[in-house]
C-alpha cells in the first residue's frame, strides 16, 4: 500500500511590511516554545491583523515583559487580548535593525 503524506498548513510568519506602527494585533492562541538557529528557547504565537488575516509572531523579550507586566506569565491569559504595534530601531547582532514591540492595549 502506498504511503501517504499530508502536510500540515503552515501560518505564515508576519512580515514588517504587513503592518503599521501603532496597529492593533489580538493573540490567537496561547503560543509554543521553539529553538531558535542559537538554541535559545523563543515564544511563536498566531495573531490576528486588522485585515483579518492570521500570522504567526516570535515574541521578542521587551514584547513579553510588557505583556507579562499587564497580564502575567500565563500565555493562555493573553488569548484573545489586543497588542498596539510599535515598530523601533534595536541593536541586535551589533546592527541596528527595525523590529516589532508589542504593547497591551
Not at 515564544?43 to 504567526?56: D, F, G, H, I, S
Not at 488569548?79 to 527595525?98: A, C, D, S, T
Request: proline share 4%.
Amino acid at each position: 500500500m502506498p504511503k501517504i503524506v499530508i502536510q500540515a498548513r503552515r501560518t505564515p510568519f508576519l512580515k514588517l511590511e504587513e503592518v503599521n506602527d501603532g496597529d492593533i494585533i489580538i493573540i490567537n492562541e496561547e503560543g509554543r516554545l521553539v529553538d531558535d538557529k542559537w538554541g535559545h528557547n523563543r515564544l511563536q504565537m498566531e495573531v490576528m491583523l486588522p485585515n483579518e488575516e492570521v500570522r504567526v509572531i516570535t515574541i521578542n523579550q521587551t514584547s513579553q515583559k510588557n505583556i507579562n507586566t499587564r497580564y502575567g506569565h500565563d500565555t493562555i491569559d493573553w488569548v484573545g487580548k489586543q497588542m498596539i504595534i510599535r515598530k523601533e530601531k534595536m541593536l541586535i547582532g551589533g546592527q541596528n535593525k527595525l523590529v516589532l514591540i508589542l504593547e497591551p492595549k
